[in-house]
C-alpha cells in the first residue's frame, strides 16, 4: 500500500494510490453530488453528477470513475470550469420526466433529488407545454417493495445490488431512452432475503418500503444507533422511533448503519423488520406488589433451585445473573436448541442462531440443556421456561405470554437499555441506550439493586 | 409451454460457439433465432437463450427490450413497417400511412430502411416493397392477407 499526494481545493491529502477521487472527496467532506456512486456497489459512472476539475484535463471529469494519481490536483468547485453550472444542467436533465410529487412521496426529507435541488438546481423548467413521459407507478415488485417509475433516475444501484451483491439479477433497466425503466422480468418477483436494501440504496422515492410508506415523515424522526439483535450476527442499524404527542415513543424502522467489521453496509429483510415485535406486548407491571419477599422466601423455601438465562441479554446482565445464581447455590441454564434455526442461515449476513449474544453464553459454558429436578426456576427472559414442568416459577420477562407463575417481573429490553453484545464471530459492540419510554421498565440491574439480590 | 429451439438452430448454435471467443455474444443471434421460430421472443425462449448463453434471464430481456425489432408479443395482425425518414416524407409516404390505416394491419413506424431512391418503402416480413402508390398497396396486401 503506498500513499500518494492529492490536492483537493487547496488542501493536500494522503490516499492510497488508485483509490476512487470520489472516496476522498466523500471522507473529507467536501460537497459533491451523486446518485449512483455507492461504497459496497462501485463506481458506475452512468448519472454524471460528481463532476469535478482536475488541472490539466481540459474538461470536467467525474470523480467516481477516476482513480487518484500522485500530485493531482483537483477543485470540487472548479476553477475555470464552471462546475456549479455542469452540476445544475445535468440535475436538470435528470429531472425533465420527473413527477415532482414530493408533498406524497416517502422519501422527501432523505432524497438526493431534493438536496441537490436546493444546493445546485433552484431553476425554473424548460420544458413549457410538453408533457412528461410517464410510467407505472406504485407497482409491488414483491419483497415489500414499492416502485414508482417515474420517480426513478435509473442510478442502477438497485439492479447493480441485485446483481453483484445479491447474484439474483432480479431487476433490470429495460427499454431505451425516455422509455427506459427499472422492472423485474414479467410475472416475476423480487425474491430474495436482502431485497429491502435497495429501498435505502435508491437515492430517491422510486423504491420505497410498503413497510414504512405513509407512516411517519423522515424529519420527525429521532435515529439512534443500535444493533438487531433477530440473529448473532449483530448488524448494525438506526433505530428511527418518533414519540407522537400524547403517546409512547414508538418504533418506525431500522435501517442498515456502515460497520465494515460486521456487516458491512447491508442487513437481512427479517431482521430489518424485527422491530414490530419490539415494543408491544410488553409486561409493564409485576403480578405482586411485594416481590422481595416472595423472592427472599421462595429461594429460602427451594431445595434445588436452577436459573435460565436468555441469550438476549447484555454480557454485563448474564455475568451478573452468574454471580447471582453461584451466590444462592443455583445452577445456571441456557437451553440453545430453541434458537437454532439451519434454513436461516446464508453465507451473507445470516446466522444460524436467531438470538443476539449467543456467543456470551457459549464462552461463559452456561449448561446447554434443560433444568430437571429442580422446585423453583428463576427464569431470566428464556422463551424455554413454558416447556417446563416445575412446582414454582419466577419469572422475569420482556414480554407477555401465557404462563403460571408465582410472581412475574416485567424488565427492559434492549433498546431501552445500555450495554454489550458479543456477536457470533466474537466482535463486542457497545449499544447506547436508543429509546426512553414515558414510564420506563427497569432493568434486570436495577431490579437487583431493588431486590437486594 | 416450453421453448425449445429447432434442429437446425441447435446445429447453428453449436457452429456459432466457436465463431465467438463469449458465449455473451450469442445472445443477439440468439434472440433473432427465437424470433423467426415462433415470430416473436417468448419469456421462455429468453429462459432458454439464458441458459445457452449462462447470463441471468434478465440481461436477456434488458437486451430484448433495447431493440425494437425485437418483438416480446405475438403480432395479432400483419406487421408493416412505414419508413418515416425524410427521402420518403418528400416522395408521399404520408399518402401511403393514410392508405394503410384503413386497412387491418399493425403500422410500425421505422426509420430509413436504406431504399431512398425508390420511396416511399414499406417493408414486411423482411421484404421491401418499393416505388409505393395506394394501388399498388392494395396489391400487395391483397396478396398477403
Known amino acids: 500500500m503506498s500513499l500518494v499526494k492529492v490536492t483537493v481545493d487547496n488542501n493536500t491529502y494522503e490516499v492510497e494510490k488508485d483509490s476512487l477521487l470520489i472516496d476522498l472527496l466523500i471522507k473529507e467532506n467536501l460537497r459533491v453530488p451523486y446518485f449512483c456512486y455507492h461504497e459496497a456497489l462501485g463506481a458506475d459512472g452512468n448519472c454524471r453528477m460528481c463532476m469535478v476539475e482536475i488541472e490539466g484535463q481540459k474538461r470536467p471529469q467525474i470523480a467516481c470513475d477516476t482513480p487518484v494519481k500522485d500530485g493531482m490536483v483537483v477543485y470540487s468547485q472548479g476553477k475555470k470550469l464552471p462546475i456549479k453550472k455542469i452540476r445544475r444542467d445535468i440535475l436538470e436533465l435528470e429531472l425533465i420526466n420527473h413527477p415532482v410529487d414530493c ?21 425554473d423548467s424548460h420544458m413549457y407545454g410538453l408533457d412528461k413521459v410517464t410510467h407505472h407507478k406504485h407497482i409491488d415488485l414483491g419483497s415489500n417493495v414499492m416502485l414508482d417509475q417515474e420517480r426513478c433516475v435509473l442510478c442502477a444501484r438497485c439492479t447493480r445490488f441485485t446483481a453483484n451483491i445479491t447474484h439474483t439479477h432480479e431487476l433490470g433497466i429495460v427499454g431505451r431512452g425516455d422509455e427506459a425503466h427499472i422492472t423485474t422480468m414479467p410475472g416475476r418477483k423480487l425474491d430474495n432475503p436482502y431485497a429491502m436494501n435497495v429501498v435505502d440504496l435508491c437515492p430517491v422515492g422510486a423504491l420505497t418500503s410498503k413497510d414504512f410508506r405513509f407512516a411517519q415523515r423522515v424529519w420527525f424522526l429521532e435515529s439512534s444507533e443500535s444493533v438487531c439483535t433477530h440473529c448473532a450476527k449483530n448488524c448494525n ?151 417446563i414442568d416445575s412446582k414454582e416459577i419466577i419469572s422475569f420477562q420482556t414480554h407477555k405470554f401465557e404462563l403460571e407463575t408465582i410472581l412475574t417481573i416485567p424488565i427492559a429490553t434492549y433498546v431501552e ?26 432493568t434486570i440491574a436495577q431490579w437487583f439493586k431493588r431486590l437486594e439480590l | 409451454m416450453s421453448f425449445q429451439f429447432s434442429d437446425d438452430n441447435l446445429k447453428q448454435i453449436e457452429f456459432l460457439k466457436t465463431r465467438y471467443p463469449s458465449l455473451d455474444a450469442l445472445s443477439l443471434p440468439l434472440l433473432w433465432m427465437a424470433q423467426y421460430q415462433d415470430g416473436f421472443i417468448s419469456l421462455e425462449a429468453i429462459d432458454e437463450i439464458s441458459k445457452i448463453t449462462k447470463l441471468p434471464p434478465m440481461e436477456i430481456y434488458r437486451v430484448a427490450t433495447f431493440y425494437t425489432m425485437f418483438k416480446l408479443q405475438k403480432q395479432e395482425k400483419l406487421l408493416v413497417s412505414v419508413c418515416k425518414t425524410l427521402s420518403c416524407k418528400l416522395c ?23 431504399s431512398c431512391g425508390t420511396s416511399p418503402v414499406m417493408q414486411i416480413k423482411d421484404v421491401n416493397y418499393e416505388n409505393l402508390t395506394p394501388q399498388k398497396v392494395d396489391d400487395i396486401l391483397e396478396e398477403l392477407l
Open chain 2, 92 to 114: 408521399g409516404s404520408d399518402e401511403i400511412l393514410d392508405h394503410l390505416k384503413s386497412k387491418d394491419v399493425e403500422i410500425e413506424y421505422v426509420e430509413c430502411l436504406g
Open chain 1, 103 to 123: 408533498p406524497i412521496c416517502d422519501q422527501a426529507g432523505e432524497c438526493s433529488l431534493q438536496e441537490y435541488y436546493m444546493e445546485y438546481g433552484l431553476h
Open chain 1, 237 to 387: 442499524i438506526y433505530i428511527d422511533h418518533n414519540k407522537l404527542k400524547y403517546q409512547d415513543e414508538n418504533i418506525y424502522r431500522f435501517r442498515p448503519r456502515k460497520n465494515l467489521e460486521v456487516n458491512g453496509f447491508f442487513i437481512c429483510n427479517e431482521g430489518r423488520l424485527s422491530y414490530k415485535n419490539l415494543l408491544n406486548n410488553r409486561m409493564i407491571k409485576s403480578t405482586h406488589v411485594n416481590e422481595k419477599d416472595i423472592l427472599k422466601n421462595s429461594i429460602e423455601k427451594a431445595k434445588a433451585i436452577a436459573v435460565l438465562v436468555d441469550a438476549s441479554l447484555f454480557n454485563e446482565e448474564i455475568e451478573m445473573i452468574k454471580e447471582f445464581s453461584e451466590k444462592i447455590g443455583a445452577k445456571l441454564y441456557c437451553p440453545q436448541d430453541t434458537y437454532i434455526d439451519e434454513e436461516f442461515e446464508d453465507d451473507m449476513l445470516r446466522s444460524k442462531y436467531k438470538i443476539a449474544n449467543i456467543k456470551t453464553i457459549q464462552n461463559l459454558n452456561i449448561l446447554d440443556e434443560m433444568p430437571k429436578d429442580a422446585d423453583l426456576v428463576i427464569n431470566f427472559n428464556h422463551p424455554d421456561i413454558t416447556k
Open chain 1, 417 to 442: 437499555n445500555s450495554g454489550s453484545f458479543t456477536n457470533i464471530d466474537g466482535i463486542t459492540q457497545h449499544l447506547k441506550k436508543a429509546i426512553t419510554l414515558n414510564e420506563p421498565i427497569p
